[in-house]
């Protein structure tokens, strides 16, 4: 799957996430342990919204997770939970009914909002399923008001070292069986280490913030290092 590039990719990821939408966040809670609120609740503190008036983007929002975190942590403020998944979405819907939160169907190499609109820009396990990181990225920049945040939450390519053989056995078969047990795709949840493995180390997507424009970029890796949580300033 990881092989795919352009509109194949993009389609193929599209397909992948409406068949495990109704699953999703249960699988998330379980291959993490339950870090995953842990990291999101760090994404949010690292975007440092303004008090009370804040307009955040949830780019790749899926089934809303972060946006709603976000308007938890930052009363009065506003979020857009944004994806290309509509299946996604309307479980988020389900979940959420806040009338602070809006959904809408959002291309992240085409985000269809004004330049200098958001406070923050977040996101939670996007940048590794685009086909162009920096366009994407580019698109971000643009958005953001100036100051604003951008917050990337997402797997990393691991590094070598003494926990590697474990960590790839915990990716390449106990994800891809707990996946299958689950949800029935285990494919999908082939696609998920294959993805990491290929996607860029945490250094490299600091580099390409940079180079996007962002200012004081910086990342903590997070579980053994496979996740990483960046950050930057426009």
Known sequence: MTHL??????????????????????MNRLMTAGQDAVWRREVIRRAALPPGVGLVLDLGAGTGDLSFDALQQNPGSRAIAADFTLQM???????FDDPFLSWSAVDALHIPF???????????FLLRNVIDVSQAL??????????GRIVSLDTTKPRPG??????????HTVIPALGKLLTGEAEAYTYLPD???NFLLAEDLAAKMSSAG??????????????AIHWGEK
Not at 11 to 17: G, I, K, L, P
Not at 89 to 95: K, T
Not at 214 to 227: H, I, L, T
């Open 195 to 197: 993805s990491s493995e």
């Open 162 to 171: 003494l926990l590697a053989p474990f960590i790839r056995f915990h990716m």
């Open 114 to 124: 004004p330049e200098n609109t958001f406070d923050a820009v977040i996101s939670g």
């Open 89 to 95: 979405m309307r479980i988020g819907q389900q979940r």
């Open 214 to 227: 962002f200012g004081d970029v910086n990342f903590r890796r997070r579980m053994f290092g496979v996740v």
């Open 138 to 147: 580019a698109e971000q920049y643009r958005v953001l008001k100036p100051g």
């Open 5 to 26: 590039t352009g509109p194949e990719r993009a389609s193929y990821v599209q397909d992948m996430f409406t068949r495990i939408a109704a699953r999703y966040d249960a």
